[in-house]
Every structure is written in structure tokens, then in C-alpha cells.
């Protein structure tokens, strides 16, 4: 299963003395949960290994990000959806190395949920968004250029080297009711029917909420 090796590793926001290191092996995955910005764990350099590079709620703040062949960004990317802040966190993220990177909204990013937003934005919000302006950030040409994948309730399928394992994702931005946020769903049968509609995936991604 040389193909099928994957490395995760997911930086923190809270500083390194806070944890210590932890890492999580098996034969065919390298997991670390916490690790020193100074020094982050390097990929393994036998085998075929594919390090996916795992971040979410980073709410428009920027910080060191480890170098892998994908990262996976999981909900977040601002405080509450407003263009400043999707565009601190798309050029971020436009300037990362990945080939891949794989970018789903949350809960805090309101006018990614287009229809949603239209009656709810006043909550937060003095004057409208423009929410085709601010997915433009992450799915325009820009976006596309720099590598980034925007999924929401979707499948990507890809591989990181020519004939190479082929890795499935799928993405959404849901969760659990949370008082009236974007991408709420009841819990109970609700959530049951919204689960039922995804589709079988390598990683199932998404946010953290």
C-alpha cells in the first residue's frame, strides 16, 4: 500500500509550549496532532507517502503553515464572512506551496451561504456583502491558478503524483444548529437526511464546529 500512505499533520494556532508533541503512527499513516513551528515533523522520505496538511477556524488570522502536497482547509476562513477578511485569508492561502488546496466554509464565513445570507445578513452585518464578489476569491481564476478546490457538498477526486494513488474527498460546510449561523442543520432527522446525501469518500471533510 506504498500509494496509499498518508501523513497529517495539523498546525496550531495555540502556542507550541501549550502541547507537547504528539504523534500517532500505524503502518500506512503518520499522524501529528502538535508539534514546534521551529522545527514541524518532515515527510517521511521512504515510500510513497502523501502529507496532507490539516488546518481549520483560522478566522481570517494568518501563521506558519508546513509544507505537503495537499492542505485541507475545514471551515472558518473568516469572522463572519466579510470581504476584507475572506481576502486575508484567500491571498494566505494563494501564497501557500501545496499543488492542492482543498478549501470548505463554516459556520463563522455568512456569505458563502448565498441564500441564506440574503435574509440573515443584517445580523451581523450593517450593509450587505457581496457574495459572489467574495466566493470569486476562492473559486475564480486566481483561486484556480494558485491550486485551491472549493467544495461544498461536493467530491474531488485527485491524485499528488503521475499514476499515483487516486484520493477522494468529499466536502461540506454543515453543522450542527448553532444559533441561526450559515450552514445550519436541526439535529435528529434533519441531520440524518442531510448525511444520507454524501457521498462515500477517502476523507470526509468537514467543519469543526
Not at 509550549?17 to 517521511?44: D, G, L
Not at 477556524?57 to 475545514?74: A, E, M, N, Y
Not at 466579510?82 to 492561502?93: C, L, P, R, S, Y
Request: glycine letters at 6%.
Amino acid at each position: 500500500m506504498s500509494n496509499a500512505s498518508p501523513t497529517l499533520i495539523f498546525p496550531n494556532r495555540i502556542p507550541a509550549q501549550a502541547y507537547p508533541p504528539k504523534t500517532i503512527k500505524t503502518p500506512t499513516a503518520i499522524i501529528h496532532t502538535a508539534y514546534s513551528y521551529a522545527s514541524p515533523p518532515q515527510k517521511p522520505q521512504d515510500g510513497n507517502w502523501t502529507r496532507f496538511v490539516c488546518v481549520s477556524d483560522t478566522h481570517q488570522r494568518v501563521f506558519p503553515v508546513p509544507t505537503g502536497d495537499v492542505l485541507l482547509h475545514s471551515g472558518d476562513l473568516t469572522n463572519t464572512g466579510q470581504f476584507e477578511g475572506a481576502k486575508i485569508t484567500a491571498e494566505w492561502i494563494y501564497q501557500m506551496s501545496h499543488p492542492i488546496k482543498i478549501v470548505i466554509a463554516g459556520n463563522h464565513d455568512l456569505s458563502f451561504h448565498r441564500d441564506w445570507y440574503q435574509t440573515n445578513y443584517y445580523r451581523w452585518h450593517r450593509q450587505k456583502e457581496d457574495s459572489a464578489e467574495i466566493l470569486d476569491l476562492f473559486t475564480g481564476t486566481n483561486a484556480r491558478e494558485s491550486g485551491i478546490v472549493y467544495l461544498e457538498d461536493e467530491l474531488y477526486e485527485f491524485e499528488t503524483r503521475a499514476g499515483g494513488r487516486k484520493w477522494t474527498v468529499f466536502g461540506s460546510p454543515w453543522t450542527p444548529d448553532f444559533w441561526n449561523w450559515a450552514f445550519n442543520y436541526k439535529r435528529g432527522r434533519e441531520a440524518d437526511d442531510l448525511v444520507s446525501t454524501f457521498t462515500e469518500a477517502d476523507i470526509l471533510s468537514g467543519t469543526t464546529s
